[in-house]
């Protein structure tokens, strides 16, 4: 509806900027009718932010050293509900994101109320949706501007993802903003950039092509340029707390690769091969891939310059798509930014490259293609893991009042049976909660061809620990 109502508006309206503002009003109508029948709290991220606002700024205590779970148990809000799992048990309880994240929920938490936690990540969408627009108008007039807004509205994800309060919203908003600015000022784009990277990690993923495509196009002085004033700018928001416990940030914000206990969670990627169960791969290879993938694809932009130029948005969804953590959103907004490459930037220096747009294409999907291949076979002898065989091989369900899973038993056989740790999922292809239900083990006895585990829900999950059947339909080990 949203996408039909931008190319009706530019085609039909007199002036066709508010022709845009009527878009606009429909996307927060929309955003709001959905958060009144979702409510807030549809991420661990939005969470873990939420929460670390309040005690940087209510308690003057440093999230960075504070345990940000145990506020939730203050709250009454269920930890396994928004909380990622640990592979030892239990949940994740400290702050893993860099600290504008946290500092952009200052606002709504202090100065409006609790429950406006969800505008900062849906108001920056919106700025982001006007930049597109201005972005497209400025170069082609109001119809491209309302066509590729358009573009963006059609991905129904985004616009849900923005009104639950992904905080990736952030992030995207300053990296649009860096790659608009580029055409510009450098020094501008790179402090733009700088504050993409103080909200999240994600965007380090670009910081390749980018640097390649200014030494190519502008040469080293402005790539130099660029990054000097992305590290001030990253430094400007998280230096008071890197210098408050230099270990403490240094460890957290690096977690979600090196932390060893955090829990694997997909939605695709090959990653679901191994938490599965199919064929265990350690979580380093994963890691080693990407960065060596990372590593191939940028030689390969750099070598095909004239080529590839426009392409380099691309190369990160790729690489994030070997994540042992692979959700969502952390795809789906990659798309977004490539709706300015077409407006906006120049061509690669020489002149216009040759050969159609599918020969292009074609040339970008070899090259990742053989990037992966290499950095797959590189990668695999360090890492490979040995599949240990444990096998379940029955799951007893236990009821206790009202019919709820009280209690599972359940025989693992193999070499690696003991010493496991269990969740389940409901039907379906994503489940609620997304990280699943954790149990514990209340008994377990070893036996000479594996181990028999009598397990419980983990406290605190959703629904007093209330586990109805349907959410024991599939159990993984680890």
């Known amino acids: 509806m949203a996408a039909s109502a931008a190319v009706i508006a530019a085609w039909t309206a007199k002036k066709q900027q508010a022709g845009f503002a009527s878009l606009m009003a429909l996307v927060v109508l929309f955003s709001w009718l959905h958060l009144s029948q979702t409510g807030q709290f549809q991420t661990d991220e939005i969470f873990l932010d939420y929460y670390a606002s309040h005690l940087a700024l209510r308690g003057g205590i440093d999230p960075y050293t504070a345990n940000i779970a145990q506020s939730l148990v203050v709250q009454h809000v269920p930890l396994a509900d928004l ?17 504008l994240s946290f500092l952009v929920m200052l606002p709504p938490f202090d100065i409006v ?108 002085r402005s790539a ?14 998280d230096l008071p707390y890197i ?3 230099p270990a403490s940030f240094l460890s957290e914000v690096a977690r979600p690769e090196t932390g060893g206990a955090l829990i694997w969670i997909g939605q695709g990627g090959p990653s679901l091969i191994s938490f599965t169960g199919i064929y265990l791969l350690s979580k380093g290879y994963f890691t080693m891939l990407m960065a060596v993938l990372e590593a191939l694809l940028a030689i390969l932009y750099a070598v095909d310059f004239r080529r590839l130029a426009l392409s380099f948005p691309v190369f990160p969804i790729l690489v994030m798509f070997f994540n042992y953590r692979l959700l969502f959103n952390y795809l789906a907004f990659w798309p977004m930014l490539l709706v300015p490459v077409i407006f906006l930037w120049e061509r690669p220096g020489g002149g216009a490259s040759k050969g159609g747009t599918r020969q292009r294409v074609l040339r970008v999907a070899r090259y990742a293609a053989v990037a992966v291949a290499v950095a797959a076979v590189c990668t695999f002898p360090a ?78 999950q959703g629904g007093d620990c209330c586990v109805q059947r349907e959410g024991c339909e599939r159990l993984q080990h680890q």
């Open 83 to 99: 909380t990622p799992p640990l592979l030892s048990g239990g949940f994740f309880s400290g702050m893993d994101y860099p600290a």
């Open 113 to 220: 109320h609790a429950d406006a936690g969800v505008v900062p990540p849906l108001t920056f969408f919106l700025v982001s949706l006007v930049l597109v627009y201005m972005v497209a108008w400025k170069r082609e007039g109001a119809w491209a501007g309302a066509l590729a807004v358009a573009m963006i509205l059609m991905d129904f994800g985004l616009v849900s993802l923005a009104s639950n309060g992904d905080m990736d919203t952030v992030w995207v908003f300053f990296l649009l903003l860096s790659e608009i600015l580029m055409a510009r000022s450098t020094l501008a784009s790179g402090v733009s950039y700088g504050l993409s990277v103080a909200a999240k990690q994600i965007p380090l993923l670009v910081a390749p092509f980018m640097l390649v495509y200014l030494v190519r196009q502008r040469g080293w």
């Open 224 to 237: 130099a340029i660029f990054a000097l004033s992305s590290v001030l700018s990253f430094m400007a928001i």
């Open 243 to 245: 210098a408050a416990s």
């Open 383 to 460: 890492f490979h893991v040995h599949d240990s065989g444990a096998r379940i091989v029955s799951v007893e369900l236990l009821h206790g009042p009202g019919g709820n899973v009280s209690e599972m038993v359940v025989t693992v056989e193999g070499p690696g049976s003991q010493g496991l740790h269990f969740r389940s999922f409901g039907p379906g292809f994503i489940s609620y909660p997304p990280n699943g239900i954790l149990w514990r083990d209340a008994y377990e006895r070893n036996t000479t061809s594996g181990s028999v585990y009598v397990l419980e829900p983990w406290p605190g």
